[in-house]
């Protein structure tokens, strides 16, 4: 089975400053995706980012990257030049393959605060 | 384009109540179908997965069930609601068969059993 462990429950950063959410995985599969979700406190899930296993590049979208380092089984969220917009939970998910692990299960979440 | 609605957004129920909580999807067909439960400040539980009409595996024993009773409909419900039910369900749906899709979510129930 598949599991995603997020050790930060909380960070606070100061406005402008790099940040980095750490996610680690345990899969058996060979092939899997890797996502990141925002949650604001409105609650909504907002996609932010994906990396395929077999991504040789690391995933950007804007402000976002991931810092995927296989070997180690970890996916970090960066997200450069912090905004006061960026406060919210930030979970890490992942899915496998087809034939039991291909639904999308999340981490515990890390609740981001920036500070002004 | 795709839409996800879940309702209701609020819903505060006794003890010993039943409970429907309903999701459709609209502008896809045959979508994987999630149900999501997040305790206040934690994280996302999975409570039901569904590949089709019928097609259910529950992922935690308790006292709720799932049905899925057209391709684009899911419905979360309960005979007797407990205090430990309360929280935060969302519902979500993917494209099926791609690993790089994301998930759509609903805008969520927050649920208060009292």
């Known amino acids: 089975a598949q599991k995603i462990t997020q050790t930060q429950p909380g960070m606070f950063v100061q406005e402008k400053e790099a940040v980095t959410l750490d996610c680690t995985y345990d899969t058996s599969d060979q092939s899997y995706g890797l996502f990141w979700y925002k949650q604001p406190s409105s609650g909504e899930m907002i996609f932010l980012i994906y990396q395929g296993s077999y991504d040789e590049q690391n995933a950007t979208e804007g402000r976002y990257s991931l810092n995927f380092q296989k070997a180690r089984k970890s996916a970090n969220l960066v997200i450069s030049a912090s905004q006061l917009g960026d406060s919210a939970m930030y979970f890490c998910a992942m899915r496998g393959p087809n034939f039991g692990n291909e639904k999308l299960t999340f981490g515990t979440g890390t609740r981001l605060t920036i500070i002004p | 384009s795709q839409t996800i609605h879940q309702w209701p957004a609020t819903l505060v129920q006794p003890v010993g109540s039943p409970l429907s909580l309903e999701c459709t999807v609209e502008g896809t067909s045959n979508p994987n179908l999630y149900w999501y439960r997040q305790a206040a400040g934690r994280g996302l539980q999975l409570l039901f997965y569904s590949v089709g009409i019928g097609q259910i595996s529950s992922e935690v024993p308790q006292n709720l069930s799932a049905s899925r009773p057209q391709d684009r409909q899911f419905i979360l419900s309960s005979k007797k609601l407990l205090l430990s039910d309360s929280g935060f369900y969302l519902c979500?749906?993917?494209?099926?068969?791609?690993?790089?899709?994301?998930?759509?979510f609903g805008q969520g129930t927050r649920l208060t059993v009292v």
């Open positions: 979500a749906w993917e494209d099926e068969g791609e690993m790089n899709t994301e998930a759509f």
